[in-house]
């Protein structure tokens, strides 16, 4: 691969393949919004379960419903990241930017079926990772994002759960994984380098990886549930193309392909404890602490077909993450108000695995608090509906990209700034128990 002129430092202009959710919905590259249930107590004991969508973080939930459940979720994200630069950026002259962050909308399915009075079977179909966002190209962080990027990932989690007592459950299941990438990045122009405004590379390709997930729940008392859940990490394998329209002589600038890479991002594994205390027939508490192992992404090496590294000018290509673990909290409660509603309300505290030695502008995280209210309205013995609403204040995040900050993306334009941003997030999900729907219809396998 080749790219003419003398300028290009690799490890970040390259700044990001695999992210979700940047600028406020999650910590790190991971949103939680898979589920409507748990968003309605900041996901205060979701492992310990509550609803099906509780499978996405412990399978052994799925003992807790009989018969065959179906839940759908869609929530829609509305994030806001504003940056701003301070004195020491290199390009002072050009402005900051308005908000970057684009809405969004996440799916997220459950299934269960109940085989015998032990024995469940279940699959979820989630989107786990992703990212919308839209930078301008004339602002003064343009060398390290520019223009757009979209992140697509696709997750089924076929997965089997056994119940060997009224106190204990154990699951366990596959993880799939399908990424799709898209992101763009400026060229330096004059001062800094040669290429006129509108110059930018682009990076697209796509993958699989593979995973898995387990978990157990315990019962000690009828009134206290206890749950533990592991998600693995994933390595998430991307082959594709980098393309560019510098050198060519007119808009639109036309792109043109420099080459093919591939690389591997290695997301992390979740481990979460959730506890669900009934004190009352109307009220329950409940808790969670969420450990991410983010430290284990480290840097992603992109290398040639043949397995040579790739490189640009004799530089190689890596993405230098270097990010820490993050942790989650949660505490929230909920009242039975009658027969058909119940409310639910929690607030969370995550600490980000994104420091400030290493932050860039495509991923401004940092430390967060989450408030959240929820509502399940029954309409029918078989049917009801969940509706939860967050919103997310997230910790001004200062950006120090220069030859003296140690940070790991910087590329030799310096960049000083600050990243501002919060979201809202407003969620619906449907819940169907199909035996009931159709009580006297043939089950198959079903022997009770």
Sequence with gaps: MSLRGGFFRTGSAFGLLIIASAQANAGGF???????YGQGTSFAGVAAGGALSSMFW??????????????????????????????????????????VGDAAALLAGYTSYQLNPNLWLGISLNAPFGLSEGFPDAWAGRNYAAGGALIQTYNAVPSLAYRFNDWISVGAGVQ???????????LPTPPAGPFPLGSEITVEGNGWSYGATAGVTLTPTPITVIGLGWRSGLNQKIEGDVVSNAGLPTPPFPPSTLGSLNTTAKLPDIVSLGIRQRLDPQWTLMGTVEWSNWSRIGTANFVQPNGAPATVLGNPLAVHFEYRDGWFFSGGAEYIWSDRLTVRGGVGYEISPVTDQVREP????????????????????FMHFDLAYTHIFVKEAPINLSATSGNPTFSGITYIG???????????????????????????????
Excluded: C
Aim: avoid cysteine; charged fraction near 15%.
């Design 30 to 36: 991971a949103p939680r919004e898979q589920s409507t």
């Design 418 to 448: 600050n990243a501002n941003g919060h979201a809202d997030v407003l969620s619906l999900a449907l819940v169907v128990r199909f035996d009931e729907l159709e009580p006297t219809a043939r089950r198959p396998f079903l022997k009770y």
């Design 176 to 186: 799939i994984q399908y990424a799709k990438a898209h992101f763009e990045r400026g």
């Design 58 to 99: 412990n399978p052994a939930t799925m003992t807790q419903l009989p018969g065959i459940v179906s839940e759908t979720n869609l929530a829609g994200v509305f994030p806001f990241a504003k940056h701003s630069p301070v004195a020491g950026t290199y390009v002072p002259a050009l402005p900051g930017t308005p908000n």
């Design 362 to 381: 495509n991923v401004p995280d940092n430390n967060r608090v989450w408030a959240s209210i929820g509502a399940s309205w029954k309409a029918s013995k």
